[in-house]
């Protein structure tokens, strides 16, 4: 019965002179936030676009992102976020994919303008829809309707859209509220991109409360702890590889932090040294572990007070279930595992996908029997802490984006000379994992620049986050399984050393 | 898509191990908990029960009580509280009207019992009932299934059931929990009776959590203190009558009640002097007021930090929506209320109920352009604090139980000497309101010992908190509006004093 426009509407009545956003110079109250996203609705609408039509947004954050997350979907459209990263090909794909007729962008979008009938640059031409006050009707809007699509890659290689829907985010703004604590006092600084459902969820749980967002354009270790010391930053998610940095930015030159009361992290394994280094570094902060997905949207798990964890094997959980989900860690059979048995995690929730745009075999494979079978691999403690192991999908998280091998395999078995290809992550100090290809040639192709003519070869169709760091070239062909399937396993040991 | 299952499973995997309930000597793990809960649900359907049918409880609030709660919705089936208060005869209603199959008691039900197929005593029925294990498969559950019927009195004299869903008390428990910052820490100290949904609606956030519930089996101030000393109680929300007597027995005889984070209050109307009174006896602890209705599963707004208001204009409001629910105040006329503009107060959210029990007018009536009106009046300043002025339902709060005056007339109009009667609140120390009627009787019925008459007929039919403390007799008709309609404003300003 809620929908995103509630949210919204709570904000625009109760906090209407609260600050709601600071980008830079700019600060926003409620007031302004809730009238620009209710004009850059209704003017959207104007342009002849119909319910649940999608609207793409290509930018980095910055208050402009925040209207348009709180603006589209209130509206009744659908907003897709694009992940600045991806090269043009994979944005053409995604744009493609999900039908979306108008662009708000702030940047050139060269030929990926051309997948939509409306490009709008921000910040004039967006400025410029703004002044206009169509008066609309408001549409209709239904709890099941799909407020954004989220692409990840995925396991065939092609992105897909995650479908949130206005319930979805509504019950994860409940939950995250709930299991950060959160108040009308929280100042969150927004660092992680707004084009990942963590970066921009936690947004409504702020509307509803009142508290403030601060964005950064992008990532940068000086500038957070810069705006967390001027801006009394109470709340900070960074993934882990942000983690490190800013670590190390404190550490050499400390800023005050003591506002800061939650210092979290998700989205991609950490190692113990890194908590440890980071409890040093904000020794009076509360650090915080999560586990989440884009299909739940976010929030799943969560370890507060992680710093207490130190020196005990509760180090490295990422929390149990937070209120309102369900977790639980299967047998292949479809038996639940016995406390510490390793199996695939699945989630239950209010805040859990319909599924994927179009592509119901997808959704079929990713959700059965009430629950979303992630395809990490996880194994449970009594009290019902999750551990992260592995997971099943053959996917890669450096810098906390998702790199799903067979995309970057697929890339590489388009250019004639490689025979086989077989993509894993390996450790990385600074990426968590980096992007590692083992491929296999004839001894004719084999020459000194090969490997740096794949990885240009990449580069013209994946982004760069998902090119490999390094590629290992041989004559000889892969591991396999007797059916002819490439032992990833034995090449991830090999590379890893013998305790993984 | 969430139950009432799901918290329980959710404390089941999680919590098993923490305390959940003490009762007296007796402390509940929530293993314990939900296993006899579940167990309860299962041996009820083993009597034979349908999906959906309703299972009565007439009991003091106690681990039994706690257990009823969680086990009967989960397993279900409908639970329908009965208020302890109320005369068999209006029980005898209720019973008939709810169509409740079993009856769980802690007393002899008397009459009352005969409207049941099966009426099953606590301890001694019970505790036989939870020793049997049938093994029976879980039926499914709808988020939109009825899982209490709480009773109201009715502008229509007649009690109505107030259907609240799974999908009511699951978004309440996430409202409530963050309107009140709950966490895994609390203890709630569980005093207004469970038979109120604002008694045993918090159970379903602590469930989630791992909060501790201390139940108490009726209201006595020296108790509560006893119980937060000796318990480390860090919330409790007492009513408004109850505050008082806490007030004055923390004065009289301090206690340590120095785990009491939030001393909350809500069901009536209070006045200043009394939380003024409040803040001197505990003065390290955060008060707050709500309000809320059966209708809306309890909470509706909340002003925290009450105590800050203190000589401000704020003094006296409710409070602001909580996260998830809309208040407008609206004139008749359809058109919403200016600020510091008196209307009606209409109030949407997943907590709010869709209707009441087989009362399709009713509902009609109560539910429009999907707001529930609430019949109560209040103004709401231009920040969205809401300050709640009158009831349009001319109902009067006593100790916070509500008594609808129609219902005290109609049993007054029953006597043969009643030729007129009308039923107000006057304003009382302790009770907040008090009954009062006004009767018109020939000049040949008066007699001295006529009002202690009338009393005792109400005693027979009506719950002694409704029976008129005050009964005034006169000769003379009552004041009417043109159309004959008795001016019960007129007659209130003339009790209340020249101010109201």
């Not at 703004?173 to 963590?198: G, I, R, W, Y």
């Not at 591991?479 to 050393?497: M, T």
Request: charged letters at 25%.
């Amino acid at each position: 019965m809620l929908t995103l426009r509630d949210p919204l509407e709570h904000a625009s009545r109760l906090h209407a002179t609260r600050t709601a956003v600071i980008d830079g110079e700019r600060a926003l109250s409620y007031g302004e936030l809730c009238m620009r996203a209710s004009r850059l609705g209704a003017t959207l609408r104007g342009l002849g676009l119909a319910r649940g039509d999608r609207v793409a947004l290509l930018a980095w954050n910055g208050h402009r992102y925040v209207e348009a997350f709180c603006g589209i979907p209130a509206a009744g459209l659908c907003i897709v976020p694009l992940n600045t990263r991806l090269a043009p090909a994979e944005l053409i794909t995604i744009a493609r994919d999900s039908g979306a007729r108008v662009l708000l962008t702030d940047r050139d979008p060269g030929a990926l303008g051309e997948c939509f009938e409306h490009v709008i640059t921000m910040p004039d031409g967006y400025e410029t829809l703004l002044e206009r006050i169509p008066a609309m009707p408001n549409w209709p809007l239904e709890e099941d309707q799909v407020a954004a699509l989220f692409y990840t890659g995925g396991t065939t290689g092609l992105p897909k859209g995650v479908m949130l829907t206005h319930r979805n985010l509504v019950a994860n703004a409940f939950q995250k509220a709930l299991a950060c604590s959160l108040s009308a006092n929280d100042v969150f600084l927004a660092t992680p991109a707004m084009f990942h459902v963590a970066g921009i969820a936690p947004l409504v749980s702020l509307l509803w409360l009142g508290g403030r967002i601060v964005t950064l354009p992008s990532f940068d270790p000086e500038a957070c702890l810069d705006l967390i010391d001027q801006h009394g930053v109470t709340v900070f998610m960074p993934v882990p590889t942000m983690l490190a940095a800013i670590v190390a930015a404190q550490r050499a030159r400390p800023r005050d932090v003591s506002s800061l009361r939650l210092l979290g992290h998700a989205g991609s394994p950490i190692a113990s040294e890194e908590i440890e280094a980071a409890h040093r570094a904000f020794p009076d902060t509360e650090l915080a572990q999560f586990y989440g997905a884009t299909e739940t949207a976010s929030l799943v798990t969560c370890l507060r007070d992680e710093q207490k964890a130190i020196g005990s094997e509760l180090l490295g959980s990422c929390g149990r279930a937070a209120p309102g989900l369900s977790v639980r860690v299967m047998r292949e059979d479809g038996g639940e595992c016995a406390p510490g048995e390793v199996g695939e995690i699945l989630i239950r929730g209010a805040s859990v996908t319909p599924g994927y745009w179009q592509r119901p075999e997808a959704t079929a494979e990713a959700l059965r029997d009430g629950y979303y079978h992630s395809g990490d691999l996880g194994r449970m403690d009594a009290a019902g802490h999750l551990f992260v192991v592995d997971r099943k999908k053959d996917m890669i998280i450096s810098g906390g984006e998702n790199v799903y091998s067979v995309e970057v395999e697929d890339v590489l078995y388009q250019h004639p000379a490689v025979r086989e290809a077989a993509v894993i992550g390996v450790p990385d100090e600074r990426w968590g994992e980096a992007v590692h290809a083992i491929v296999m040639v004839d001894p004719a192709d084999r020459d000194d620049q090969l490997a740096e003519r794949l990885k240009a070869h990449c580069r013209e169709s994946i982004a760069g986050f998902k090119v490999p760091k390094r590629i290992e070239i041989q004559t000889e062909p892969l591991p396999k399984s007797g059916p002819g399937k490439i032992l990833k396993r034995a090449l991830r040991g090999q590379r890893r050393g013998a305790g993984q």
